[in-house]
């Protein structure tokens, strides 16, 4: 298994292509997100801590592979419905965006509202108006 600190989204660059930033991302994959969030967070707050084998537990590893697997994608999946609401800094080519994001942002993207929806979208977009 990787280490903790590889599983962590934190503040820096990311490169997303334009298509990947235009995937689907409804109640669905909301409710997935928010499933799999229950089932891997505690095992990755429990890594490298004498917890974590208490967690490791209630799962075999193989099948706990394939939910951190799951969980990666699904919360990338959030972070870029997240950040369609913002601006790229910078683009590659046609078909990168380039996004300086915050730990903050990482924070509200993981943590907050799901980024579904008409009503979302506007709601961020005043509150970037309003900064």
């Given at each position: ?47 490298g801590t004498p917890d974590s084998a208490e967690v ?14 799951a969980y990666e994608g699904i919360r990338h999946a ?51 108006r309003m900064k």
């Open positions: 298994m990787r280490p903790r600190e590889t599983w962590a989204l934190t503040a820096g660059t990311y490169f997303i292509s334009a298509t990947t930033l235009q995937a689907r991302y409804g109640e669905h994959e909301e409710s997935v997100y928010q499933a799999l969030r229950q089932i891997a967070q505690p095992l990755l707050d429990a890594m490791l537990r209630r799962f075999p590893l193989a099948q706990w592979h394939d939910v951190l697997v959030r972070l870029t419905a997240f950040l369609r609401s913002y601006s790229p800094d910078d683009f590659i080519g046609y078909s990168i965006l380039v996004f300086s994001v915050s730990q903050a942002d990482i924070t509200e993207a993981l943590d907050g509202p799901a980024p579904l929806g008409r009503g979302y979208l506007e709601r961020t977009l005043r509150e970037q």
